[in-house]
């Protein structure tokens, strides 16, 4: 009977038969820009901001917090804006998350100063003593390693020059470390003393939590 | 065809894969457990190789990649041999795989707890391993194809169509799924931006799930029911339709997992669509199984293996109708994002795809080693345990979906939340413990089976060096 006794002609026909809905709904819409919109409002991350988007990656991060905002009332309420496609125009892989055993990250940035976010990450349950969230004060003994940066930003299409980059890298480090910077008791506080004046991985991953949502914000404030 | 009595089978590639899936069904579990005491007591995030995000995904990759494709290669290599009749053409080959799929995944597990993790669920691994699991899978490729053209049965049988189109599928979604730019040698770069890296991920996701834990699956329980049983399977023609609507509705629903999300809708509509149609062909799957016991359903009692094999349908059953429904854009808005998810994902796996391969392997190992099963009794224990242990671990997972979904969506009369995160969070706590609990009974099953198959191999080393006199009476064709 036909095919089952052709095993290379039913190899072509299943393979035919599996790429017909992949090529539908995944690949024709990889190469339809209303399904990833670019927008002006949205910035892509720094360098700083990249290389603490690396470590929420390493550590992941992803697999207790989501970063979409559904369109839904209490959602909305809980969290913030809901999420729009152009904010993740920059975002490679996206990291949107399918579980949320901690709350959604999507509106972070701006929610709370520097130093909360030092404090917490450095020993959640200091601040919520029943939170299960792992501690990660080691991140702040962790000088930040900047040698491949520009190669990110460069692979990842951002547009920075290999000076931009440098510049990015010591404005970030010129502001936590210096003396006026708001968060700098807390900082001090769980940065080793011989990384008060260096970049750490724990400063990197803050910088990148405070750019979650924060172009979308800056709109909002505009209107 | 008179020469095939004499033909030898290569059953030491399908006893090492059968062994390699026992070691990393045994890591993998053990690790599960881990994280799931590390779910309501945080203190075990020891340290960074240790924390909850490093571990969770040596727990999905070493059950899913390590155990799941090691029992498929195990018995596809066996399937693939007695229904074509032919032995496997190039056994160095095998070999090789075997060697490079077992260092792949310990390679696999030392890097995600280093962290090198490309966050893509379920294609966690960084570029170099991507790559020799493309390598590992090419060879299996190529002996599944060489066995089939050369084989000495015409017509193949059901089960080799869905090891044919799992071969196609997962080499499709896996280098798709994985494109990427290298950084160093432990970091790259997805090819895709945003919404189109999350459309293909769950694409991938979806589909990884389906051809590594509904297909493969299903061509072992095509092949050993009926062999276990004595009992023809009950439809061709139903398996025919399932077949390829199965494989062709499929490939349409990953965006389900992607639902409200910032993904253009109609692409999420469609998967809707497409999961719904999905229960027909996984039903066809369903009723297929219990029609082929009709009238002979005392098997249920008085054959050992028949439990695991109806067992192990039912759940199929049930979670191909959870699956869809909860695809529906209002249920998904209150299930998304919850524990209900991780229960329904947990029955498929510790209900029927455990289910199927350990009766697969049951049925299997005593046959390629010449020795009788070492006690069915501990093989009914194994039973018992891994079925109550699924059970209260999904069903208390389910409620404490509910619970957390309820509590996001609660609010006070003035409109405002009525509660903040961290309560719906801590309220779950007593789930966790007793999901922990349900996880060491389920584990325990595990630990007998293990020992069950070890003792069976063990019986009478002798026999496994001399090839066996006993496969020559087993050599019968599927017409």
């Given at each position: 009977m036909g095919i089952t006794s052709k095993p290379v002609v039913f190899a072509v026909l299943s393979a035919a038969v599996i790429l017909i809905g992949s090529t539908v709904t995944v690949f024709i819409p990889l190469f339809m820009p209303s399904t990833q919109p670019v927008s002006a409002y949205v910035k892509p991350y720094t360098s700083v901001e990249l290389e603490g988007r690396d470590i929420y990656m390493r550590e992941g991060c992803n697999n207790c917090h989501t970063q979409t905002v559904r369109p839904l009332r209490t959602e909305v309420l809980r969290y913030g804006e809901y999420s729009k496609p152009?904010?993740?125009?920059?975002?490679?892989?996206?990291?949107?998350?399918?579980?949320r055993t901690g709350p959604?990250?999507?509106?972070?940035?701006?929610?709370?100063?520097d130093s909360w976010h030092y404090r917490h990450m450095q020993s959640p349950q200091s601040m919520f003593?029943?939170?299960?969230m792992p501690p990660y004060g080691w991140l702040a003994k962790n000088r930040l390693d900047t040698s491949n940066s520009y190669k990110k930003t460069s692979i990842l299409g951002y547009g920075f020059s290999e000076k931009d980059v440098q510049q990015q890298i010591n404005e970030y480090r010129s502001k936590v470390t210096s003396?006026?910077?708001?968060s700098k008791e807390t900082r001090d506080l769980v940065t080793p003393a011989e990384l008060h004046h260096e970049l750490t991985e724990m400063d990197a991953i803050i910088a990148y939590l405070q750019k979650l949502g924060r172009d979308v914000k800056n709109l909002e404030t505009k209107k | 065809m008179s020469d095939a009595g004499t033909e030898q089978y290569n059953y030491k590639i399908v006893r090492s894969f059968a062994f390699s899936a026992l070691f990393w069904l045994v890591i993998g579990l053990i690790v599960g457990l881990w994280i799931a005491f590390e779910m309501f007591n945080?203190?075990?995030?020891?340290?960074p190789w240790l924390s909850f995000g490093r571990l969770r995904v040596v727990h999905t990759n070493g059950l899913g990649l390590g155990f799941g494709l090691a029992g498929i290669f195990a018995t596809s290599y066996y399937i693939l041999q007695r229904l074509t009749r032919?032995?496997?053409?190039?056994p160095r080959l095998a070999q090789a795989h075997l060697y490079l799929f077992n260092t792949t995944i310990a390679l696999a597990a030392v890097s995600l707890m280093a962290g090198?993790?490309?966050?893509?669920?379920?294609?966690?691994?960084e570029w170099p391993l991507d790559i020799a699991v493309v390598v590992f899978w090419v060879m299996f490729a190529i002996n599944v194809f060489a066995t089939l053209i050369k084989r000495r049965e015409k017509q193949m049988y059901i089960s080799l169509w869905y090891i044919i189109a799992m071969t196609i599928a997962i080499a499709i979604l896996y280098i798709v799924n994985n494109l990427e730019i290298p950084v160093t040698l432990f970091k790259s770069y997805t090819v895709y931006a945003g919404a189109n890296d999350a459309n293909v991920e769950w694409w991938y996701g979806h589909n990884i799930v389906g051809f590594i834990f509904t297909v493969p699956i299903l061509a072992m329980f095509y092949y050993f029911l009926p062999k276990s049983t004595g009992l023809p399977i009950f439809s061709h023609r139903l398996s025919i339709i399932s077949f390829w609507a199965l494989n062709f509705a499929?490939?349409?629903?990953?965006a389900h997992h992607l639902?409200?999300?910032?993904?253009p809708e109609w692409i999420q509509t469609v998967a809707i669509a497409f999961s719904i149609f999905l229960i027909a062909p996984s039903w066809g799957s369903v009723i297929n199984g219990y029609y082929t016991l009709q009238g002979n359903w005392e098997q249920l009692r008085t054959n050992y293996l028949v439990k695991f094999f109806i067992f192990g349908i039912t759940f199929y059953g049930l979670q191909t109708l959870q699956g869809p429904l909860q695809g529906l854009r209002t249920l998904n808005a209150f299930f998304?994002?919850?524990d209900w998810v991780i229960g329904h994902v947990h029955m498929g796996t510790m209900g029927w795809v455990t289910m199927i391969i350990s009766a697969s392997f049951y049925y299997m190992i005593p046959r390629i080693t010449g020795?009788?099963?070492?006690s069915i009794k501990l093989a009914n224990t194994h039973f018992w345990l891994i079925l109550v242990g699924q059970l209260i671990w999904t069903i208390t997972m389910w409620i404490a979906g509910i619970q957390q979904g309820a509590m996001w969506k609660a609010t006070n009369p003035?409109?405002?939340?009525?509660?903040s995160f961290l309560d719906t969070l801590t309220s779950l706590y007593p789930y966790y413990r007793l999901r922990f609990a349900a996880g060491v009974i389920y584990f325990a099953g595990i630990l007998i089976f293990v020992w069950n198959l070890i003792m069976t191999v063990r019986?009478?080393?002798?026999q496994d060096e001399a090839?066996?006199?006993?496969q020559k009476q087993e050599l019968q064709s599927w017409g």
């Open positions: 152009e904010e993740f125009a920059y975002d490679r892989p996206f990291l949107w998350g399918s579980r959604d990250l999507n509106r972070i940035g701006g929610k709370y100063p003593e029943k939170s299960n003396q006026t910077y708001l | 945080p203190a075990l995030n020891l340290t032919t032995a496997i053409p190039f090198m993790n490309t966050t893509k669920e379920y294609a966690e691994l499929y490939l349409w629903t990953g639902m409200l999300s910032p993904l998304h994002f919850t020795n009788q099963l070492y003035d409109g405002s939340l009525m509660y019986q009478s080393p002798m090839e066996q006199p006993t």
